[in-house]
């Protein structure tokens, strides 16, 4: 490991150790690799391109799609003593001057800039006249059209390679399949870029799904456990933020609507305030919540369906970012289908919107209650779980499993028998004998596999794909309008060489019984010592005007009130104390520690 990249890591940022491949991505870049970073959010991407940026000659421009996540990563920056900044439509004139001249004499480490302004030619003539020492795109997912949250302006980005042609380039993402991944490689020209993929899995989180019945009793009985805890609600419509917000706040939970229909000045009170620990609770559309690092954000409650699994795993990703435990709970019924299929058959674009419908297929599978949640989740990514998690609401309340080794036998066979070029809907049909004119016209009715499963359900044999497509022995070819494939795996149950056990569906779920609440890093430290750590960090939070978890987070505080350092060289081994906040910060903390061990 290089000396220096590990004396960043502890001095500025107040951490011992990398994360899995953030050594291996930062090296590459500092020697001027291109990179593609694939990592879960609360993994640690932002050290992948700031670390390097303190280490390059110049100054690292970072693309970044909103104006809270640039001001949220500047503060925190700044609270580390890097010398960061931004640029974007919420500075004036004279503070916009003022970045420039800091620009233009080389007093800046990291520059934070929306892709519209990037692209503008005077802007990226004045950055030709810089060093620019590598360019990061942030929320790299926005660039593909198989991305969930596709911007056009992104596109345009793969044009930097012309200018800057020696500049490295990383881009950045948590939530990409492989469909995704291959078109961001693409867009932004990084085909000889190093690839590295560090998974998807956020054990911290239990994911849950219930179905819904009564759905505000459910979310107010959920809240009820929750009453000191930060959380996201997210709705579909503003009326229902709306609603919502209020009926909360009425029962006296700090609570607050967030969504677009509010002018920009209402939106950052609410988020400020949430950032803050003013407010326990948001209220949101999908408008809210990217690049948002709370770290202590405990649960996402979903009283909606999401309309794609990418934005249900980035959403329920903003709780547990600090490692603690975290529940994402998704309120499931089959009337949210048809409302988010009406959302997206508005849209204009035909390719766009056969896109959007496979999405919202799969996020409906993932929500029926079949196999591990995580599992699912994960496959959905090409990520694969060997083993149920022990963490969701089907791992600790397991549904009944029956030997469907036979029935995914010929689910297989017959996937094959139809030159896996099929999907789910014509393969169950070919399975169950349908006498329809497209079976007869391919002459899939003289097939050995036709009407083998004529003694089961259309619910059945959908259940069965679905988990097979969990368990990653079949794959849908999304590019190619979702049709089936075999997987490697799945020779081994063809062959008879591998049994299969799996859930029989069923019609309710039952919500998992509470488990104990987990302590960080299972450390036993003085309750009565970190709620006193939390007010001294309240406090000087309020006194710099900024949230407190910019400060230190949550984990920090448990390890503090864990090993009781007593003097700034046992503080600076402590997790997330760097030198910067050692001098700015230590000594409050350090006399709350000695009064409580006097």
């Known amino acids: ?137 942030d929320e790299a997912h926005c660039v593909s059209q198989w991305g969930h949250d596709f911007r056009p302006e992104y596109v345009q980005l793969g044009e930097l390679r012309r200018f800057f042609t020696a500049v490295p380039m990383i881009a950045l993402t948590a939530t990409a399949d492989e469909q995704t991944r291959n078109d961001i490689i693409e867009r932004l020209a990084l085909h000889d870029a190093g690839v590295f993929i560090s998974g998807f899995d956020r054990p911290n989180i239990r994911y849950t799904v219930v179905d819904k019945d009564n759905p505000t009793r459910q979310l107010f009985d959920f809240v009820d456990q929750h009453r000191d805890e930060a959380g996201i609600v997210y709705a579909l419509s503003r009326k229902r933020v709306d609603d919502l917000a209020d009926k909360l706040a009425a029962t006296g939970i700090k609570a607050a609507a967030y969504h677009a229909g509010m002018d920009a000045e209402a939106r950052q009170r609410v988020q400020d305030a949430f950032l803050r620990d003013e407010i326990q609770i948001v209220v949101a559309t999908v408008a809210f919540g990217m690049g948002i690092d709370k770290p202590n954000i405990r649960f996402v409650f979903h009283y909606d369906l999401p309309k794609n699994i990418e934005s249900y795993y980035q959403e329920t990703g903003r709780c547990g970012r600090d490692g603690l435990a975290a529940e994402a709970v998704l309120l499931f019924g089959y009337g949210d289908i048809a409302l988010v299929r009406g959302l997206i058959e508005k849209g204009g674009n035909e390719e766009q919107k056969r896109i959007e419908l496979h999405k919202l297929n799969a996020m409906v599978s993932y929500a029926e209650p079949l196999t591990c949640r995580r599992r699912a989740l994960l496959a959905y990514f090409g990520d694969n779980l060997d083993e149920d998690c022990g963490n969701c609401d089907m791992c600790l309340n397991p549904p009944e499993r029956y030997d469907a080794t036979i029935d995914a036998q010929k689910v297989l066979s017959c996937v094959f028998r139809v030159g896996q070029r099929y999907g789910a809907r014509h393969v169950i049909d070919v399975l169950r004998g349908a006498d329809n004119q497209r079976i007869a016209q391919l002459r899939h009715n003289q097939l050995s596999t036709y009407g083998i499963g004529k003694d089961k359900s259309q619910q059945h044999w959908s259940s069965l794909i679905r988990q097979l497509l969990h368990l990653g022995y079949l794959y849908q070819d999304v590019a190619n309008y979702s049709i089936l494939r075999l997987s490697a795996k799945a020779r081994q149950v063809l062959s008879g060489g591998e049994k299969l056990h799996l859930a029989k569906p069923r019609l309710k779920v039952n919500k998992a019984e509470k488990k104990p609440k987990q302590r960080a890093m299972d450390l036993d430290y003085s309750e009565e010592l970190y709620e006193q750590l939390c007010q001294c960090r309240k406090k000087l939070a309020q006194q710099h005007g900024v949230p407190p978890y910019l400060i230190f987070n949550n984990a920090t505080l448990m390890e503090m009130a864990f090993y009781l350092p007593r003097d700034k060289g046992a503080m600076l081994e402590i997790s997330g104390v760097g030198k910067h906040k050692l001098e700015k910060y230590a000594a409050e903390f350090l006399a709350v520690i000695g009064e409580y061990c006097a």
């Open 1 to 137: 490991m290089t000396p220096a990249i590990h004396d960043t890591l502890h001095d500025v940022f107040g951490y011992r150790k990398f994360r899995a491949q953030q050594r291996e991505i930062i090296e590459h870049v500092i020697a001027g690799g291109d990179a593609f970073v694939l990592m879960p959010t609360g993994g640690g991407k932002s050290l992948c391109y700031q670390i390097p940026a303190l280490h390059r000659s110049g100054v690292a421009v970072v693309v970044s799609p909103l104006i809270a996540l640039m001001k949220d990563q500047v503060d925190a920056l700044r609270l580390n003593g890097v010398r960061a900044a931004f640029l974007n439509s919420s500075l004036g004139a004279a503070e916009a001057a003022e970045v420039y001249r800091n620009l233009r004499s080389g007093e800046l480490d990291l520059l934070y800039v929306a892709p519209e302004r990037l692209l503008q030619e005077d802007f990226r003539t004045f950055l030709q006249q810089l060093e620019v020492a590598l360019f990061a795109v």
